[in-house]
């Protein structure tokens, strides 16, 4: 995968971003006998939100599920809840056992009331999950707050074993993988695409933008449009206890746990700390020691049986964030040989995969069913 960028003059599909969605396409291009080149500008594929993000898989966005259908009308957001239900399927299709049903829970009184709307609005739509009030919620499934939905067509799964399975199977297909290999620019190159990097450039007909938070610093269209925000994570010691419920959302879901095999926890969120809730920030190397405090008093309040437990690690990562919440899932306005797969709003584990298989299938037949139109660029002209 360390091969350098200046070996590959040429191919059919480029694609800039070694995380999920990028790494997704790649692999479905190549099995269909497409020449691709895919360019990650870090050491390794599935370093940046990928692998350090709890895997979350969502249906919509990150956002109690009828204030999705409140916004978007109960038409368009049922479109979305099936699109990300569908990926399921293709984490399975890799191999990996995802883990079913996910847990939204209460953090305060007035949130209870949004987790008996979402599940109102669930049912109506054809989707399965179950109201828990306190007493189930602290018995079922070890949490202390206040009320829980659990979704049974939610899931989790960990990026970093799906990236690297995708990895591994798309070389095998033909993909060429460039980790160290920077983009700087991408432009227009009469009916072709050169994406230019610091070690040479690439001439390909199509491009495919899957760098996510990244994408402004490379291509202009998607100022404005795409803004990266920082996420930050710590992990601590439960020792050998095991929770009833090993994923689950709070806080609006902006406040995730996860489980893993070793038996720490992954606690990530809480962004709403600083002032600026993260916006804008690039730096994925630094955690605010203010967030850090939230996440440990979350801690301590959801799981008073590990109040005070060892934090073993802390960590951050930037995700991509649209203008009106929702990705980026097909080609540019107008520009046909420009394709977006990004801007997935910190649900990346719920998008990737299946809007991955959208782009796939829009380069090969010309067509992507299944496409909910409020994912498509041309939205935002």
């Known amino acids: 995968m360390d091969a350098p960028p200046f070996d590959t003059p040429t191919a059919d599909v480029a694609i800039v971003g070694g995380g999920l969605a990028g790494l997704a396409t790649a692999l479905q291009l190549a099995r269909e006998g497409v020449d691709v080149v895919l360019f990650e500008a870090r050491a390794s594929v599935g370093a940046a939100a990928t692998g350090r993000q709890p895997g979350l898989a969502s249906l919509g966005v990150i956002e109690h599920h009828w204030r999705q259908a409140a916004s978007l009308g109960e038409q368009a957001a049922a479109a979305l809840f099936g699109f990300c239900r569908e990926g399921r399927a293709l984490v399975e299709d890799l191999g990996l056992r995802p883990s079913p049903g996910l847990l939204w829970a209460a953090d305060n009184a007035r949130e209870v009331d949004d987790l008996r709307r979402s599940a109102d609005v669930l049912r109506r739509l054809g989707h399965r999950c179950d109201l828990l009030d306190r007493a189930a919620l602290q018995h079922n499934h070890g949490v202390a707050l206040q009320a829980g939905l659990w979704v049974h067509e939610e899931y989790v799964f960990d990026g970093a074993e799906a990236a690297s399975v995708l990895a591994v199977a798309g070389e095998s297909a033909?993909?060429?993988?460039?980790?160290?290999?920077?983009?700087?620019?991408?432009?227009?190159?009469?009916?072709?695409?050169?994406?230019?990097?610091?070690?040479?450039?690439?001439?390909?007909?199509?491009?495919?933008?899957?760098?996510?938070?990244?994408?402004?610093?490379?291509?202009?269209?998607?100022?404005?449009?795409?803004?990266?925000?920082r996420e930050q994570a710590l992990r601590f010691d439960t020792g050998t206890h095991r929770l009833p419920t090993p994923a689950g959302r709070a806080g609006q879901g902006y406040t995730q746990w996860r489980q893993r095999l070793d038996g720490s926890v992954v606690?990530?969120?809480?962004?709403?700390?600083?002032?600026?809730?993260?916006?804008?920030?690039?730096?994925?190397?630094?955690?605010?020691?203010?967030?850090?405090?939230?996440?440990?008093a979350f801690r301590d309040r959801a799981f008073p049986a590990f109040a005070g437990a060892p934090v073993l690690e802390r960590w951050s990562w930037i995700t991509g964030h649209t203008c009106d919440g929702l990705p980026l899932v097909g080609p540019f306005p107008g520009d046909p040989v420009r394709v977006a797969c990004a801007g997935f709003n910190g649900n990346q584990p719920g998008f990737a995969l299946r809007a991955a298989r959208a782009v796939a299938d829009g380069l090969l037949r010309g067509v992507a069913p299944g496409v909910p139109k409020c994912l498509r660029p041309d939205r935002m002209l």
């Open 267 to 296: 606690l990530a969120g809480c962004r709403w700390a600083t002032p600026h809730l993260e916006v804008g920030e690039t730096d994925d190397t630094r955690v605010v020691t203010d967030i850090q405090a939230r996440l440990e």
């Open 174 to 229: 033909g993909v060429r993988i460039r980790c160290s290999s920077e983009v700087t620019h991408v432009v227009d190159d009469g009916a072709s695409v050169r994406i230019h990097l610091a070690g040479g450039s690439c001439l390909a007909s199509v491009v495919v933008f899957a760098a996510n938070a990244w994408l402004p610093s490379f291509d202009p269209y998607f100022v404005d449009r795409v803004t990266p925000v």
